[in-house]
């Protein structure tokens, strides 16, 4: 029976105590997430480049955390590589959280770019933000974890990694990475203007299932894959009424477009032991647009 599960069945989604780093913290998913965590019980830590956004968005965090948890905020760009280290260096100290036991990515880019006109700046940008960012964060927090998070107290150490051999840790840890339906369905907005948004995201796909098989046996890797939800990376992509919004996906049996609410529950099942069993796989809070497209 795996260690994080006592076998009580109430306190399968108990994630009291544990010390999640989310990147994209202050932003429209990133933040419910955050509030969803503190709300139940986890200290949490939220990374974006932006630091008044991230100080802002901690003091909203702080409003609705559990009694003792403690909510944090780093400036970090993840798409570079140095940033990510001290970022998790920083997560693991005393100044930090002292430890880390979820990863959360929910940094990303998105611009539309139809195939003719493709920006290849832009396309560069999109890549490293949306894929490379988020190796960088699975690589430094997801072998941290692998390294620290046993009861051997085996003391991390970067040359392990570079051996070509596995790591003999087998320490315990969560990460959720954010696709997207654009990961599976090219369909929406008639698709067109995707090539760069759906390439990377089916690219997040194949590398949250990747690192769930490098980073086994007890870190479990999944994905989210929403629907378009109107948060700050939306605003002038779509229309600015909610009525509008929700007429874009009247056919769906959701009948509606996201909220950002509705990855909360689907993030804080795959924090916790719950989902100690579901790894290397997607879970789309889609309003069923998988199923119907
Ligand atoms: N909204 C949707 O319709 C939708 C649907 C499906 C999937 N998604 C995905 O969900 C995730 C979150 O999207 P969202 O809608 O919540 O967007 P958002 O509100 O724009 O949040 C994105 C966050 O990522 C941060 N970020 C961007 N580049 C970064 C970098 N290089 N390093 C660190 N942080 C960075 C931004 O902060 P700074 O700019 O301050 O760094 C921002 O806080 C994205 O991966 C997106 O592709 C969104």
Do not use: H
Request: aromatic share 8%; proline share 4%; hydrophobic share 40%.
């Amino acid at each position: 029976m795996p260690k994080v599960y006592d076998g009580k069945l109430t306190n399968m989604f108990d994630i009291s105590g544990k010390k999640a780093a989310i990147f994209g913290g202050a932003g429209g998913f990133g933040k419910a997430i955050a509030e969803g965590f503190a709300a139940n019980g986890a200290d949490v830590l939220i990374l974006s480049r932006r630091e008044e956004a991230l100080k802002a968005a901690a003091e909203e965090i702080k409003a609705v955390a559990a009694e003792g948890v403690q909510v944090k905020y780093y400036a970090c760009d993840a798409c570079v590589e140095e940033e990510v280290i001290a970022a998790r260096d920083y997560m693991v100290s005393e100044e930090g959280l002292g430890g880390c036991d979820i990863l959360v990515n929910t940094q990303g880019l998105n611009k539309k770019m139809f195939s003719w006109e493709i920006d290849s700046e832009y396309w560069e940008k999109m890549l490293k933000t949306n894929i490379t960012s988020t190796m960088y964060t699975n690589r430094y927090f997801g072998n941290w974890m692998k390294e620290n998070n046993t009861e051997d107290g085996k003391v991390y150490d970067e040359a392990e990694f570079t051996s070509g051999q596995p790591s003999p840790c087998q320490g315990y840890g969560k990460i959720i990475n954010m696709s997207s339906v654009r990961g599976i369905r090219i369909i929406g907005n008639g698709g067109m203007g995707n090539v760069g948004y759906c390439t990377t995201k089916g690219a997040v796909e194949m590398l949250t299932k990747s690192f769930a098989a490098d980073l086994r046996p007890n870190i479990q890797v999944n994905a989210i894959g929403p629907n378009i939800t109107y948060t700050p990376m939306m605003v002038g992509l779509l229309p600015p009424d909610e009525e509008t919004r929700n007429g874009i996906a009247a056919p769906l049996p959701a009948q509606r477009i996201g909220y950002e609410i509705d990855v909360v529950g689907v993030a804080l099942f795959l924090a916790s032991a719950a989902s100690d069993m579901v790894t290397a796989t997607t879970i789309y809070p889609d309003g069923g647009l998988v199923a119907t497209s």
